[in-house]
């Protein structure tokens, strides 16, 4: 049944790597269990509830995902929207949290309508070859970024902008035995080397900790957990009248499709280059299924009580054990669905444990820079603005879009504006208009 639906041997994977691929997913994201309802609660919403909400929305979607699409693609409560959706739409521009799941439901009918009509679909085949790989770099910077600051090892510094950290702290040495330990399995071609130093960083941390040093890992006080929060399951309908009578509910609203719109596009091609989902004209397998899937979760998630469900970079470390099909996706949705009832066994996946999986998948993925033609100005320059400007942005849909407009104008530079791509141009246009005027 598993080989019908999934076709495992066609993809050169097998049920073992799928699950193990799946797994590492789940830990690698189990971070956004805890981080989005501590930045959604800010808004005055239940943190409970946005527990709930955000782990059985990323249930679904990512089932969803798996079960449609085949792709090997885990999806959540993205970061960064959470914090435009906290910090802009209900902090700057004033709306009620029930106002804001508004705006994130309308912006999934939205992403929903586009996805079946094509539109996505013909937007992220229209990047550049060049440009894919460009992202997919970046992303893997990007990430790599996100697991070293999540871990202490680079912090902020008034003086640098950002600093080492304390080499001193417990979490840090943890984080860098851990990242030499995977660094090593990888080098001695250790089959689903980044889950088992994963688990290898884990166990090292619990014995730490139960040495008596502070920081670390802790055994859980308890195995099940039976409180349920299901207050804002759907609040959003209570907050459609804002959207007619608050005056920025329709920027919040592109604003909310802009930043999952790209992030998506970006988590896809990244995704899809790295498990051989690139089909012979350079485009992603069953794209419509998986935007079709993304759009979905959003949607789900608004009903739920949580901001944009989208595909998260951190599946690219369950690609990199070997997850290649939805069995991946599938396997950490379950595991998205049982974190429900298991939630204290997560008090052992600390940043310092994740951050190894993190930099060495950003190490992998970095590799995509040698597919770039350097000795092209034109992809150099691109491909160079994008990565640098989504690790210093700390964003990847701003990342693809310095990226685009490089891109455009470099072509009129050497007058090859007639080979850049009509829809490019207009979304250039968008780009300008989201990095100019749309607040941050």
């Avoid at 798996?66 to 435009?84: D, E, K, R, T």
């Avoid at 902090?91 to 079946?116: H, P, R």
């Avoid at 989504?390 to 072509?411: C, E, P, V």
Wanted: with cysteine; charged share 10%.
């Amino acid at each position: 049944m598993l080989e019908k639906i999934f076709k495992l041997q066609e993809k050169g994977t097998t049920v073992k790597t799928e699950i193990l691929a799946g797994v590492t997913t789940f830990l690698a994201m189990a971070y956004i269990l805890a981080v989005n309802p501590a930045m959604l609660g800010e808004t005055g919403m239940s943190v409970q509830g946005v527990f709930l909400a955000t782990a059985i929305s990323s249930a679904v979607a990512t089932i969803i995902m798996g079960l449609i699409a085949n792709y090997p693609v885990a999806l959540s409560a993205g970061m960064g929207v959470n914090a435009l959706f906290t910090y802009t739409i209900c902090g700057t521009m004033g709306l009620s949290y029930k106002g804001a799941l508004a705006c994130v439901f309308v912006s999934g009918i939205i992403f929903v309508v586009i996805s079946v009509t094509g539109l996505r679909r013909m937007i992220i085949n229209a990047i550049p070859a060049q440009l894919k790989l460009a992202i997919g770099a970046g992303i893997g910077f990007f990430i790599a970024f996100i697991g070293l600051k999540n871990a202490g090892i680079i912090i902020a510094s008034p003086a640098t902008f950002v600093s080492l950290g304390d080499f001193t702290q417990p979490a840090v040495i943890l984080a860098i035995f851990g990242i030499l330990v995977t660094i090593l399995l990888l080098s001695r071609k250790v089959p689903a080397a980044v889950f088992y130093g994963l688990l290898v960083t884990a166990v090292a941390g619990i014995i730490a900790g139960l040495c008596g040093i502070k920081g670390m890992p802790t055994l859980p006080n308890a195995v099940v957990s039976a409180e349920f929060d299901f207050s804002l399951v759907g609040v959003f309908a209570s907050g459609m009248d804002e959207l007619l009578s608050h005056p920025s509910c329709f920027v919040a609203i592109f604003s909310l499709l802009f930043v999952d719109f790209f992030d998506t596009a970006g988590t896809l091609v990244a995704v899809a280059n790295r498990a051989n989902l690139i089909d012979d004209k350079g485009e992603l397998e069953n794209v419509e299924r998986a935007l079709l899937a993304d759009s979905i979760g959003t949607v789900f998630g608004s009903v739920m009580g949580t901001s944009t469900v989208t595909s998260f970079v951190e599946s690219t470390s369950g690609v990199e054990v070997g997850g290649r099909t939805g069995l991946t996706a599938l396997t950490t949705g379950i595991l998205f669905l049982l974190s429900v009832f298991f939630s204290p066994l997560l008090a052992a996946v600390t940043s310092a444990v994740t951050a190894p999986a993190l930099v060495v998948v950003g190490i992998l993925m970095a590799q995509q820079l040698k597919g770039i033609d350097w000795d092209n100005f034109v992809y150099a320059a691109s491909g160079f603005m994008t990565v640098l400007f989504m690790i210093l942005a700390y964003s990847i849909s701003d990342g693809i879009a310095i990226g685009f407009i490089t891109y455009a104008l470099t072509m009129v530079g050497v007058g090859k504006a007639k080979e850049v791509k009509p829809i490019v141009w207009v979304l250039v246009v968008f780009f300008v208009i989201f990095l100019v005027f749309l607040p941050k």
